[in-house]
């Protein structure tokens, strides 16, 4: 098993940063993928950010520019760089980690405020 924990949400005026990290244990080294998804009251969970085992990383259109992931193996922690943040970015930040099956975090709040 994998256990993701994120870190690093709070409160931020738009056009602020923040960067959420998401810690690692277990089985680590069974890891394939890892990326970040978010939930925004009364919408559905949504991909935000994802990169492949092979360093392959995909970004959400919305986020595209603004956004950037990275994954420092030897911390076993995935990042979520977020700068030039919205209102419509306001969401709770849920990370994963996908080995045979898919690990999720806790989440942690991100509030823009306009």
């Known amino acids: 098993q994998v256990q993701p924990v994120e870190s690093g949400g709070g409160l931020v005026q738009a056009g602020g940063s923040l960067r959420l990290s998401c810690a690692t244990s277990?089985?680590?080294?069974?890891?394939?993928?890892m990326g970040w998804y978010r939930q925004a009251p009364g919408k559905q969970r949504e991909p935000v950010a994802t990169i492949t085992g092979g360093g392959y990383i995909n970004y959400a259109d919305s986020v595209k520019g603004r956004f950037t992931i990275s994954r420092d193996n030897a911390k076993n922690t995935l990042y979520l760089q977020m700068n030039s943040l919205k209102p419509e970015d306001t969401a709770v930040y849920y990370c994963?980690?996908?080995?045979?099956?898919?690990?999720w975090g806790q989440g942690t709040q991100v509030t823009v405020s306009s």
């Open positions: 277990g089985s680590i080294r069974s890891i394939n993928g």
């Open positions: 994963y980690a996908a080995t045979r099956s898919v690990y």
